[in-house]
Each structure stands twice: as structure tokens, then as C-alpha cells.
């Protein structure tokens, strides 16, 4: 029988172990190249290659090579090929393209090209055509568009073979896994399992990493639990065929081998996420997970040496890159003080960060991340290192970091003495008062939260990463706290102008008090913390005012300013937000505070629709703090400059005639457009609303008080 040709794709940088895999499953004349393999079998090959290979996204049977020149002349190759031996007019099918030339320049076009010759060619051999359909078609066909011609191929795979049909739960920037299972190639992880040795992911996420490496050590084919293959609707497809290699797949699991892996993360959704994927996956009775931070972790009890394999967040997608140094020097420090004997496989996209570690990787890997260049560094760690405490010599701060050490030492005396005498826990104590150290410190009780304000672009980027590690080093030390309670984040305009969005998943909750008050507040997973601390003086003023009034919180965020009303004896509240989450944060500190939540309200949505929908008593006080910018699926785009005025109007129509409106705009920026707020009198309260720890800072909220105008 003539051998046929195949052509497997994967993740570039792991092209030589995909041809690895080929050989080991009997294909022939198997050639790596950019971002694949070629290759030669029988058609129980190109199964087996479904059914087998960790590493590669797709398994394609290439059908007719055409010319590609002109749109015509890819219409006419395509139209001259036997598509009516491969699917009929009652099936389904997709078309996808990669690639262009000169005249073909657009993958959506050459698709919608093949596609109609292939439906053309149907109708004309069968008197009708098949349909289109995108998402789960019967047959997959694969256009790679070359300088002047256009390789047809027919999908094997499918959807794409790093879904290995357990329907995994996922979290933010999940790990791929086939690119999983590359990584634990490339760290020697099959040889290690054979061994006998643990393995250990300490930020372990959904899990990913773990359930490759326990399929390997049981010789668990990776597409033994997936049911969707783009072969199984081919007029093609050897039915028999497939199910003799299933069933000797299942025959060649090793189910009683014992598992040595494990995992840990720090954020309990995550770990939950984790233990259900190995339910999913029928390994929840033998690996075991964990909740636990980073700096706790230790090698599993009972274990000789092994392999600890991570992915950790590089501020593509999760995080921010510039407030991630401290985890990667964390992760240094625990590799050489608790795990002397292993070796360490880091996945990074981030080359800055991955300095942080501070120890020399022995080997270094080329792999990329879907379209980010990564590494996968291998560190093996010497059995002395455990005994030493001390870190790397450059993890010291800077001799330029004296003045800022100098300044936060002169701040803490005179602005914490301040703080104590006025009973405030939470305050800031330093805001960029030296322009070379560009960030806000702001103390909560024991803990401290660090903000960098992004660094211009005329500021080399090493120099900025120095400055930050400096801060990072220099103010537990000055503030005297424990380096665990520092949480250090980079402000930078999110797009879609969300300043509430999840960073991270590390839960450093802590109840913190203001005025008597107890707030719950977040310094690790979001930019803010839930408790904007340049507004204690509102808060104050109105709790003040709020006796006996009916009051009205809209962009409410945590309900901090609702619970001081409420906590004044305010006759009712209703704190509207569009984020479920935060309305939930806000209940809690209502419970916190033992205030009534018959008479403290959330509604979650749009303001406008509140407001229109409203059949409550009319409104005496009123806190507006809306963002500078919303976007959002659930309501209209807001912009205040351009809204203002109108959101203004639409509160007075709900206001008494006394009523009070507090409005806050979040930047000094910001212009009041006085002349188009009609009927209302309007005087600036900014200057009595700025607490005395914020009156140095750059550029803080500005405020009114707005009433009828009743002259």
C-alpha cells in the first residue's frame, strides 16, 4: 500500500520532540520543521498520531497541493479535487486557512475560496450541497496558502488535540496541554516518573501541568478520553481500525502505578478548580492539592529529590509584569533554601523577571506561548545551598535607595504620629515625594500597599525595575513589617477603563477600622483595595449628615461611603453598582458593622435603569464617585466629562427639595461643566474634603456639594 503523507503542527521551539513522538509510533521519513513535523504511514498512523502525541495541536492529511497565484486559480484547484469522496451533500463542514501571498492576503477570503469550489464541485457530482457549520462540522479541511501555491489537507484532529475531552474547568491564563505536556518533556519528567521520583508544581493553577504528568507515568494516552476526532465524520474513516487502537490504548494503561505528584496554590477557587479537573480526569485519589503560599512550600514528605515544574504569571494576561518581581525572588529563595537536590523547570515569557529568581539556569529552553516568545529554565539546585539565608548579593536595594529609605523613616514619624493621635489606622504615608522612587505606600494597620505609577518611556526600563526592587526591599525594613504583609501593585490604565478588574487570586483579606467602623479590604487580587483611603474625610461628612435621610449611593463599589450613612442613622440606603461582586463585598461590610439589610438595599445594574425603576421615597443625600470611564456588556458606555451634567440632572429629579448631592470626580482633570447643570447650586468642597496624609499628593478627587438653587 502507498504510504500517505501527514503534516502534524505544534507550538514552535517543540518541533524536535513532536518528531520524537512520530518516530516512537512508527511513522516514517519524519522531518521537523517551523512549527511542525511531516511525515509518512499508513492511515493507522495518522490515527495513532491523534491518539498519542502530547505535543502536537493538529493531524493534518494534506489532499492536492494548487496554485495559489490568483483567487481564480486557487477557486480552480480547489474545484478539481474529488471532494465527494471525502463528505456528502447531508454533511457538515468548516474551512480554515493560515498563511498569504502577495494575492491572496486575507485567510477568511482563501477560505471562503476552497469553500465554494468544494460546494460547487458536490452539487454538480451529487445534484446538492453541504452546509457550513463552524463550530462542530463532520469534516475540517486545512488551507496553508505558500508564495505560489496552497496545500489542501484534510483535519484528522478536528477541534484542536490539547482539548483531551475532560471539559476542564479553567482559570485566568490557562497553560495549553500539549504545551503542558512539552514541558515535562523537555524536563526529562518521563525518565524522572520511571524512576520514581515526586514532582511538585507549587502554583499548580487548574492543574494542568499535573494531569499530563500522571497520564505520561501511567501510559495514559492523551486522546483516549476525547470523542470528537475530524476523521470520525470522513468518508474515509476506518471504523474498525480506530476502535482496535482504543482498545489497545486501555489495554496498555498502567493504572496501578503510584503517583508521587502533587500540587499547591495559593488561592482556594483555584485549588478548588484543580481537585475538580483530577475528578474529571480519575485522579483525585492519587494526586493531592493544596491550598498554600508560595514562600510555605517544601518538598512532600517521605520523598527523596524530584522535579518541581511551574508556569508562574508573567504579566501577559494575569497581573501586572512589574509587581510580579517579589513573587519570582520568592520563588528563588525557596528553590535554593528548602528544595537542595532537585531540579527546577520555570516557565517564563518574561526574561527581567526571570533574573529575579537570582539563580543560574542550567539549561535553557526555547518555547513559545501561543504568540510570546517564552523560555523554560531549568535550574538544578545544589544540596549546599539549603544551608545558606542569605540571597543573592544584587537582591540588595541600591545605594541611590538612602534618600527614599531617609524620607519614608521622616514620614513615619511625623505623619504616624499624626495617624495615632487621630485614631486612623489606614493612611498614606508616602506619594511619590521623590520623583527617581515614583510610587504611593499606604499603611493598613500591620500590612503596607505599594502602587507603582508607571514609569514614562524616557526611563530605561532596568533602571525602573531597580527602583522597584529597591522599594520592595526597603520598605518592610523602614516600616518595620513583616515582608509578607507588603503588597505591591503597578497602576496603569486598563483598557476599557476598569479599575476594579482581578489581578491576582493570593486573598490577603484583612478588616481594618476608620471612625469606629470595620471595613474588609483586599491588598493582594485587586488594584484598589476596597477602601479608597482619600476619602475618609467623605465618609465623615456623610455620616454627619445622614440622620433621618434617605440615601443614595450609585457607582457604590464596596458600599464604604453607604455604610458610614447607614452607621449615622440614615433612614435607609441603596447602593447601586454594576459588579455583583463588589455589592457582595459591600454586604459584608454591612455585617460587619451590624447594620440592618432591610433598610441597607444593593441593586446590582445600571445606574440610569435604577433610577428609572425606582418607586422608593424620594432622596435627601446623595454620593456620586462614578469612574473617569466605563465600559461594560450590561450598560451604556459612560465617559464623565461628556455624562456629567446629565447624570447630575437625572439624581435631582429623584432628590427632595432639600436634598444634598456630594459629587466626586476621581481626577483633578476633570472640568465641571457648570453652565449646562441647570437649577442647582454648586460650591467646591474639595479643599475640606482632602485629608491631611493626601494633601501632597498629585493628583487626587475633587468634589462638590450640590443643592437646588432656591434663589
Known sequence: ?????????????????????????????????????????????????????????????????????????????????????????????????????????????????????????????????????????????????GNTDARISLDLSGPGLHKRGL??????????????????????????????????????????????????????????????????????????????????????????????????????KTVAVARENLRRAGLADQIRVVRGLLRDATPPPDEGPGLLITNPPYGERLGQAGALGPLYETLGDVLRRQFGGWTAAVFSGNKALSRNIGLKPGARHAVSNGPIACELLEYPIREAAVASDAGPAWRKPSPESEMFANRLLKNRRKIGKWARKNGIACYRIYDADIPE?????????????IQEYAAPFSVDPLVADQRLRDVRLVVPEALDLADTEVFLKVRERSEGGSQYGRLAELEAVRTVSENGLDFEVNLSDFLDTGLFLDHRKVRAR???????????????????????????????????????????????????????????????????????????????????????????????????????????????????SHGVIYFGAPSRRFMLDRHRIRGAHIEDVSAEMIPQDFARSRDTFHMWRITRDRG
Request: charged letters at 25%; a neutral charge; glycine letters at 8%.
Open 1 to 145: 500500500m502507498t504510504p500517505l503523507d501527514f503534516f502534524a503542527t505544534c507550538a514552535r521551539g517543540t518541533e524536535d520532540m513532536l518528531a520524537r513522538e512520530l518516530r516512537a509510533i512508527g511513522a516514517k521519513e519524519v522531518s521537523a520543521s517551523r512549527g511542525g513535523a511531516s511525515f509518512e504511514g499508513s492511515l493507522e498512523t495518522g490515527y495513532a498520531a491523534c491518539l498519542w502525541s502530547r505535543v502536537a495541536s493538529r493531524v493534518l492529511l494534506p489532499l492536492a497541493t494548487v496554485d495559489a497565484t490568483t483567487a481564480e486559480a486557487l477557486y480552480d484547484g480547489a474545484a478539481d479535487m474529488d471532494w465527494q469522496d471525502h463528505l456528502g451533500p447531508a454533511q457538515t463542514f468548516a474551512v480554515h486557512a493560515v498563511g498569504k501571498n502577495p494575492e491572496l492576503r486575507h485567510s477568511r477570503f482563501v477560505a471562503l475560496k476552497v469553500k465554494d469550489a468544494l460546494c460547487d464541485r458536490i452539487r454538480a457530482a451529487r445534484g446538492a450541497r453541504p452546509n457550513v457549520d463552524t463550530d462542530n462540522p463532520n469534516v475540517r479541511i486545512h488551507v496553508h496558502v
Open 167 to 268: 471539559e476542564r474547568r479553567n482559570t485566568d491564563a490557562p497553560l495549553k496541554e500539549t504545551l503542558a505536556a512539552a514541558l515535562l518533556m523537555l524536563s526529562g519528567w518521563p525518565k524522572r516518573a520511571a524512576e520514581g521520583q515526586p514532582l511538585l508544581d507549587p502554583m499548580c493553577g487548574s492543574g494542568t501541568l499535573l494531569i499530563e504528568a500522571a497520564w505520561m507515568a501511567t501510559d495514559t494516552a492523551p486522546g483516549l478520553q476525547r470523542e470528537g476526532f475530524g476523521f470520525l465524520g470522513w468518508r474515509g474513516h476506518d471504523h474498525q481500525m480506530w476502535q482496535r487502537l482504543r482498545s489497545e490504548a486501555r489495554d496498555r494503561q498502567r493504572r496501578d502505578v503510584p503517583l508521587h505528584i502533587y500540587g499547591r496554590d495559593a488561592a482556594s
Open 437 to 449: 522612587y515614583n510610587v504611593a505606600v499606604d499603611v493598613y494597620g500591620d500590612s503596607a500597599h
Open 542 to 656: 456623610l455620616r454627619a449628615e445622614a440622620a433621618g435621610k434617605n440615601f443614595l449611593n450609585l457607582f457604590a463599589y464596596t458600599c464604604s461611603a453607604s455604610v458610614a450613612a447607614a452607621a449615622g442613622g440614615a433612614a435607609a440606603t441603596w447602593s447601586v453598582d454594576l459588579s455583583r461582586n463588589y455589592l457582595a463585598w459591600g454586604r459584608r461590610n454591612f455585617g460587619l458593622n451590624h447594620l440592618s439589610r432591610e433598610i441597607n438595599q444593593t441593586w446590582q445594574g445600571d445606574w440610569q435603569l435604577f433610577l428609572r425603576n425606582h418607586r422608593g421615597p424620594r432622596f435627601d443625600l446623595v454620593y456620586l464617585g462614578p469612574p473617569t470611564y466605563s465600559k461594560s456588556k450590561d450598560a451604556p458606555t459612560f465617559d464623565l466629562q461628556r455624562d456629567h451634567s446629565g447624570m447630575l440632572h437625572s439624581v435631582m429629579d429623584h432628590m427632595t
